[in-house]
C-alpha cells in the first residue's frame, strides 16, 4: 500500500518458485479490490508431516483495510473444503497482529505466537542460508478437522 510495507520485501522474494492451485481475486468497480493465493503443500508439525493448504499473497486495497478480512475468508472457504486439506495455515509478521486479531475472532482461525517456524528453500533470499528459524504469527483454520 505504500513504500513502508513494501520494505520487509525488499531484497528478497515471497513465496519464490510458488505456483498458487488457486488465486482468488477480488474486483469492483475500481479494479482489483483483494487477493489471496492459495496452494497445498505439506510441513512438518513435531515429527508429523502434515497437509495444509498455506495461505499468502494476501492483500487488499487500500481504500478497503479494514471492512472485513473474515468476510473474504468466508467466501475462500467452499474452496478450501474442495481441496480436501485438515487445516489452512499462514503466517505474518508480528505489526500485523492488530490486523490478524480481528480475522481470529471471528472464530476462523487461531493465531498462534512463541512456534519457531524453519524456512527450508534455498531460494527465498539467495544471500542468507537455505535454512532458517523465524518468529512469526502462526495462523491455523480448521477445513476438514477441528
Excluded at 22 to 36: E, K, L, N, Q, S
Aim: with cysteine; aromatic share 8%; hydrophobic share 40%.
Amino acid at each position: 500500500t505504500n513504500a513502508s510495507n513494501a520494505k520487509p520485501f525488499e531484497g528478497g522474494r515471497s513465496w519464490a518458485g510458488a505456483r498458487p492451485e488457486v488465486r482468488a481475486i477480488g474486483y469492483d468497480a475500481h479494479g482489483i479490490a483483494a487477493h489471496i493465493g492459495i496452494l497445498r503443500r505439506f510441513i512438518k508439525v513435531g515429527e508429523v508431516d502434515l497437509l495444509v493448504a498455506e495461505l499468502g499473497l494476501y492483500g487488499v486495497r487500500p481504500d478497503l483495510e479494514g471492512l472485513g478480512i473474515s468476510f473474504s475468508m468466508r467466501f475462500v472457504y467452499p474452496v478450501l473444503q474442495q481441496l480436501g486439506v485438515p487445516f489452512a495455515f499462514g503466517t505474518v509478521r508480528h505489526a500485523l497482529r492488530n490486523h490478524v486479531e480481528r480475522f481470529c475472532r471471528g472464530g476462523l482461525a487461531t493465531m498462534l505466537s512463541g512456534i519457531p517456524v524453519r524456512s527450508t528453500h534455498p531460494e527465498v533470499y539467495p544471500d542468507l542460508p537455505p535454512t532458517r528459524l523465524e518468529d512469526v504469527l502462526v495462523l491455523v483454520t480448521p477445513i476438514g478437522r477441528s
